[in-house]
């Protein structure tokens, strides 16, 4: 009997209808692969994974492979969006154990959940060097039935070395200015000088280091740090991951160039790479900055937006073709003919110059991504006109399915986006978005103690309790919220989360994990202060407790803060790609960060300007100053009855100024 029809993930629903009889994660499966004395086979993935989907329709649906599956197994389905511990437990000994990891991920355990035999996707026949999954099922069960005991000694080996990776917090002391200029060197000698980015092939946005970037440029004044910051954003704006018609960001490139993607867009990635866009506008004025930030920010609005008034987790890779097919990236990519068909013959060449679409194509079958190939001169009414004819074709086409799931975190990352977007570019539509979202997570998502449950979908909250992600990310949302909208509720929902991070999150030495002291057991308790395609849970914290320290004098929160970063004074130097937000929140450090009080009306030309300002993660609070929502606002009156602007560091305040210029210089930041 398959028992996934009950459940809220869209990915576990995919698969309710399987011939295979899958369980969910939970103690009712174990307890029945130890009464049948069989092993368990722990599938993950997620509903926009492309490989999920093979491996789905090669072997999931086969009834010969589930009739053997049923028999000698018991088959667990996990969403890794809604159990993130699951996932990062059993990656890590897939990445141990192998060297490599993702999803689909299968993993074969003991009754105890101890894992004994690991890998990601098999093929339904062996190629390329893997088994076929029939060859791996067979084999795993020869290993159960004649070789129990070397199987127990592999599963009690494992579980033994993953206990012994526990991380006290990762170094001495708070990262200094030797350590970030080390990791600046670090990212300066993996830079792709001819391609921007980071690396080779795939390509992911480093959306993370590029906030690092500016905030060390605002801080230093290292024009280098702008420029790797500016020219990658530009790169990847221009290229195939970065949808010029409808905007938005897919999730990586699957080149160096920034050409092709995997066409699979995730709210995480919209999100973060919206803010970067937005501070990089802040920082340089770019009108391309300006346009994808707006476009971005508009696409997860149009596209992603739930009717609960949250924020659905992605858009699929694949949808149909014209012959009917699921093929990835059918809805995005055009063929010459087919602008033909759309713009007639003259402006299907223009549209063919302007976004690089060739006879021979980029992708696959003759087909392009669009890109923006061409930087001199362009008739601009002219590609508009192009652009939303193509959209307004590509609309008829068949989407790709959307995986409705609202997760926290990604959804406080979005409500930090969608606000300082809409409090930047003056839409407050965008502000109400945020808003609306963040009515949701502390509505749905934050019980009458303040725990978070990790999702929710149709306005049903999920099983699953939130993790660190979701306490730092969802308190980071709410910070930027407060700041832009003067109300200082928002400011109080940070507080309830960050106390409980403090209680249930945090070890004795100020080392942070990913699951709460009373969260479920696993074979371990995950840690992982590595950013990954979203800031890890460790540093995501980090940078909330440090904010909401800067707003309310807290000693308890900054102190938190402060030793949670020790493990960027450790890890930035050595590897800077996979800690940038940890380095963007040490750079916040090192600057304070600056507390800006504006006394005076919300939404006013001096409080515009304090969040405009540069100043690597300064706090601003605006309104009357006779409420006690801000403590940054007691005792500090508007002077001579204009609005008035207070600004401090480290102890040390400025004289106050109703001058938006003098506050503008005083937030540029210390390098500028």
Known sequence: MNRLAGTTSPYLLQ?????????????????????????????????????????????????????????????????????????????????AATGQGGWPMTVFLTADAEPFY???????????????????????????????????????????????????????????????????????????????????????????????????????????????????????????????????????????????????????DNALLCRVYAHLWRSTGSELARRVALETADFMVRELRTTEGGFASALDADSEDAQGKHVEGAYYVWTPAQLREVLGEDDAAFAAEHFGVTEEGTFEEGSSVLQLPLTGPVDEARAADVRARLLAARELRPRPGRDDKVVAAWNGLAVAALAEAGAYFDRPDL????????????????????????????????????????????????????????????????????????????????????TADDAEQLIRRPQDPTDSATPAGWTAAAGALLSYAAYTGSEPHRTAAEQALGVVKALGPKAPRFIGWGLAVAEALLDGPREVAVAGPVGGELHRTALLGRAPGAVVAAGETSGSEFPLLAGRPMLGGAPTAYVCRHFVCDAPTTDPEALAEALRGGGS
């Not at 890998?119 to 069960?141: D, I």
């Not at 494992?158 to 350590?179: F, K, N, T, Y």
């Not at 700041?483 to 080392?511: K, N, P, R, S, Y």
């Open 15 to 95: 698969h309710a209808e399987n011939p295979v009889d899958w369980w969910p994660w939970g103690p009712d499966a174990f307890e029945e692969a130890r009464r049948r004395d069989v092993p368990v086979l722990l599938s993950v993935g997620y509903s926009a994974c492309h490989w999920c989907h093979v491996m789905a329709h090669e072997s999931f649906e086969d009834e010969t492979v589930a009739a053997y599956l049923n028999e000698h197994f018991v088959p667990v389905k996990v969403d890794r969006e809604e159990r993130p511990d699951v996932d990062a437990v059993y990656m890590e000994a897939v990445q």
């Open 118 to 268: 690991f890998g990601t996707y098999f093929p339904p026949e062996s190629r390329h060097g893997l088994p076929s999954f029939r060859q791996v099922l067979e084999g795993v069960v020869a290993a159960w039935t004649d070789r129990r005991d070397e199987v127990g000694e592999v599963a009690g080996r494992i579980v033994h070395d993953l206990s012994q990776r526990s991380l006290a917090h990762g170094g001495e002391g708070l990262p200094a200015e030797s350590e970030l200029a080390q990791a600046l060197l670090g990212l300066t000698r993996e830079y792709d000088e001819k391609n921007r980015g980071f690396g080779g092939a795939p390509k992911f946005p480093p959306s993370m280091v590029i906030e690092f970037l500016l905030r060390h440029h605002a801080r230093t004044g290292a024009d280098g740090a702008l420029q790797m910051a500016a020219d990658t954003c530009e790169a990847m704006a221009r290229g195939g991951m970065y949808d010029q018609l409808g905007g938005g960001f897919a999730r990586y490139s699957v080149d160096r160039e920034w050409v092709v993607p995997h066409f699979e867009k995730m709210l995480y």
């Open 431 to 514: 502000v109400e978005r945020a808003t609306e979202a963040a009515d949701l997570l502390v509505r749905l998502h934050m019980g009458p103690v303040a725990r978070l449950v990790r999702t929710s979908k149709d306005g049903r909250a999920g099983e699953h309790a939130g993790v660190l992600e979701d306490y730092g990310d969802v308190a980071e949302g709410f910070l930027a919220l407060a700041a832009v909208t003067g109300e200082g509720v928002w400011l109080e929902f940070a507080g309830f989360l960050l106390d409980i991070v403090l209680e249930h999150f945090t070890g004795e030495g100020g080392q942070l994990y990913d």
